[in-house]
């Protein structure tokens, strides 16, 4: 068996992976994507998607980061088989751009007069500023960071 | 010997039908008038329901093209040229994506006697000096490209343009009256001072956030009106609805009164129509098939007019552009001002027309009979 061979073959799927990752903030859902915690079709909210990308290539779609959050809390509850150390990237949809940034960079919005999909939802924004301006303008309560959001606060959005 | 045939139900249905179509034939006259007089109450409603409906599937299709939000300066109650440095300003709004400000106009076209839209495009593609036109205004103005095109500029002069090209045509619907320019020549043409836009576009790229940015808008800006492309559809929205409105309820009156002579006709039978029923009994038909011949009558009469009413009415509405509704629908000088419908035929509002039509027609005709039916022959001959 040439060594180099299967040498090469493995380059190119990392190469294949690391394509993959670039262009996840770009992907559309598709009408039949569903989102794993309420079971709604996550294509009729573009302003509200969430996704996390997993280490084998599978990628979960949400309609919104609250549920988002419920799934990195316990993933095998709601896709089986899958764990927390399964999970490579996370993004969310920054709220007056409409576009996905890295959800571990965002900052999130709680108790604002915005709706989601879900009802009560942590609004994700790409820069602290955006967030400070929209807690004025939609009377939030706290700007939260990716590793705030614990149990207690998705227990007071339900 | 020969075998007795006994028909299956779908010959029955078509001997039923023939027997009906021949005791129609006998009371010709009356039928056809009232076929008629049906076919016209059916292409009146149709006519409207269409013809509004395709109006509001062009003004929903304009809307898609239509910016986010609009912004607008008022001067004494009046639309005013916007400062330019509002679009810094704006595009720094909390929302906002993009600000652009916009140059367009109108123009009266004294030798083509009409208005025309100058605008400039976000990119012009053509030279300084060059125009592209709408299929209506090379029509309007016998203008091909490569010819001059000359405008009375606002100080009088006569400014000498050059036509380029006509617009593409997918775009027929709003680029019939459109002159397209180039920034400068819309500036000397009219008269703008640079510093000045006709009004300022933004790209707001959360819907939800539109309403938010209105407001901040009206706080910065206190002499400004945002319009807002939810405003601007229900506007649209409110005016078909309230003409539509007048004009389904001037055809009320019509209806009612059709529905008066029709429910008298269908219900009421003639004693002619009695004896009739009387007989087919006293020789031996059944119930079900003299009610089976008196529901074939009332779906033949209302199929047959609410067919002819329908296609009179596309005909009506798509290829003569509806000429008796204009004069009432089409006020459109406020907001677009020429119109090309795009032929359409929602299944929905077909049958909507159906079920209001044919089918209380049908049913009334059935119920009367089938009491005249249930009666002895005997005294339904005698009475």
């Not at chain 2, 002579?261 to 009695?274: H, M, Q, Y």
Request: glycine share 8%; net charge positive; with cysteine.
């Amino acid at each position: 068996m040439n060594l180099s061979r299967v040498a090469g073959a493995g380059v190119a799927l990392l190469l294949l992976g690391a394509v993959a990752v670039a262009q996840e903030p770009g992907k559309r859902p598709s009408p039949k994507d569903k989102c794993p915690v309420c079971g709604m079709f996550v294509s009729k909210y573009p302003d509200w998607t969430a996704t996390v990308a997993f280490q084998d290539g599978g990628l979960a779609w949400f309609d919104g980061a609250k549920d988002l959050f419920k799934f990195l809390a316990d993933p095998g509850r709601f896709v089986p088989g899958r764990k927390a150390t399964d999970v490579r990237a996370v993004t969310v949809t920054d709220y007056y751009g409409v576009t996905r940034v890295d959800a571990k960079e965002a900052f999130f919005v709680a108790g604002s007069d915005v709706f989601g999909p879900m009802g009560k939802e942590l609004v994700p924004f790409g820069k602290k500023t955006e967030a400070e301006e929209f807690l004025r303008d939609h009377h939030g309560k706290k700007i939260l960071r990716f590793g705030d959001v614990n149990r207690t606060v998705l227990e007071g959005l339900e | 010997m020969k075998r007795l045939h006994i028909p299956t139900w779908l010959e029955r249905q078509r001997y039923l039908l023939d027997f009906t179509l021949s005791s129609l034939g006998r009371r010709k006259g009356k039928n056809l008038a009232l076929t008629a007089l049906y076919a016209m109450v059916v292409f009146g409603l149709a006519s409207v329901l269409m013809y509004t409906q395709a109006l509001r599937g062009e003004a929903m299709r304009i809307l898609e093209g239509a910016p986010d939000v609009v912004v607008q300066r008022m001067v004494a109650g009046r639309h005013d040229l916007i400062p330019a440095d509002r679009v810094e300003r704006l595009s720094r709004i909390r929302g906002v994506q993009e600000a652009r400000g916009r140059l367009w106009g109108y123009y009266y076209d004294a030798s083509a006697k009409a208005n025309l839209t100058f605008l400039v495009p976000e990119k012009f593609w053509g030279k300084a000096g060059e125009v592209v036109i709408g299929e209506g205004v090379a029509r309007t103005r016998l203008a091909a490209p490569g010819e001059p095109f000359p405008v009375l500029a606002s100080d009088g002069s006569v400014v000498i343009l050059k036509v380029r090209e006509t617009v593409p045509s997918p775009s027929e619907l709003v680029s019939t009256d459109l002159v397209l320019l180039s920034e400068p020549d819309f500036r000397r043409l009219f008269g703008v001072p640079p510093d000045l836009y006709t009004d300022i576009a933004l790209t707001v790229p959360n819907e939800k956030e539109v309403p938010m940015v209105a407001a901040k808008i009206r706080g910065q800006m206190p002499d400004s009106r945002p319009i807002t492309r939810a405003e601007i559809a229900r506007t649209y929205e409110a005016i078909l609805d309230w003409r539509s409105g007048l004009v389904v309820l001037v055809l009320a009156a019509a209806l009612l009164s059709f529905g008066i002579v029709a429910w008298d006709k269908a219900s009421g039978l003639s004693a002619d129509e009695r004896r009739e029923i009387g007989i087919l009994k006293a020789i031996g038909w059944d119930t079900s098939e003299v009610l089976a011949v008196k529901a074939w009558e009332g779906a033949v009469i209302s199929l047959s007019a609410f067919l002819v009413g329908l296609l009179l009415a596309y005909v009506h509405v798509f290829v003569t552009s509806a000429p008796l509704l204009t004069p009432v629908l089409k006020g459109w000088s406020t907001l677009y001002p020429s119109f090309r419908l795009t032929p359409t035929l929602n299944p929905f509002l077909v049958s909507t027309l159906f079920l209001l039509t044919v089918v209380p027609y049908t049913v009334a005709t059935v119920v009367p009979a089938w009491r005249a039916a249930t009666t002895d022959p005997d005294a339904v001959m005698r009475s």
